[in-house]
């Protein structure tokens, strides 16, 4: 069973159009992070949410922590084809010092 | 800003050789991992280690062992590499959040 489940795992949009991936979980997280990896490097942390109902916001990504801390979500507005990559969410149980990934979402952005 | 190396960007070897995949963080980092991953499996833990001489098994430590003599450098061992084991390998330290490095794509033939 997955800890955290990511939706959805694909997507290809055209530049211009708006997304949302989002990531969830039965699970209470103490915090929940975002990555994106581009093909043929590692991962890049972009965002850490810490406090439940809490937004953060980089540029044209918005990253909101869910009240219950839960579940995440990632929205792109106007997509740009440099934002093509595998987007992750990780996350921290209780005092575990060990980090779960989900399994990412594969996004194309095409000009 | 930290820097995590992988000592290979692409690695082809044989089955049964035996294979060493390097990584070295200039931080000064207690904690660093070994993840593979893998189309439709994501990311899975192999074996992480808070210190030197310190190692622990991921999810996946099968078929692998990992070496820390030194704070800097986490070694990541294929006993004898099989095919089953061709993926991404991916190092990483973590302090509260993950610093990868470039990832080392391993095919075994």
Same mark, same amino acid.
């Given at each position: ?66 009240? *219950? ?8 507005? *106007? *997509? ?9 969410? *990780? ?21 | 800003?930290?820097? /995590? ?6 690695? /082809? ?97």
């Amino acid at each position: 069973t997955q800890l955290l489940e990511q939706s959805p795992q694909f997507l290809s949009i055209q530049e211009g159009e708006n997304l949302t991936v989002y990531c969830n979980s039965s699970s209470v997280f103490s915090s929940l992070q975002w990555y994106r990896q581009e093909p043929g490097e590692g991962p890049v942390l972009l965002v850490t949410v810490v406090t439940g109902g809490e937004v953060k916001k980089l540029k044209r990504l918005t990253f909101q922590f869910g009240d *219950a801390r839960k579940d995440s979500s990632l929205h792109i507005t *106007a *997509a740009q084809p440099g934002d093509t990559g595998l987007y992750l969410c *990780a996350g921290y149980q209780g005092g575990s010092e060990k980090l779960v990934f989900g399994k990412g979402m594969k996004l194309t952005v095409n000009p | 800003d930290v820097k /995590v190396t992988q000592s290979s960007r692409y690695l /082809v070897k044989r089955t049964g050789e035996k294979v060493f995949l390097e990584c070295v963080q200039d931080m000064d980092h207690e904690n660093m991992f070994w993840y593979r991953q893998d189309p439709g499996l994501g990311l899975r833990l192999i074996y992480f280690s808070y210190d030197v001489k310190m190692k622990e098994k991921g999810d996946i430590p099968e078929g692998y062992s990992v070496s820390r003599e030194k704070k800097e450098r986490f070694s990541l061992i294929l006993e004898s590499a099989s095919t089953n084991q061709t993926s991404m390998y991916l190092c990483a330290i973590m302090d509260r959040k993950a610093f990868f490095g470039q990832g080392t794509r391993l095919t075994v033939v």
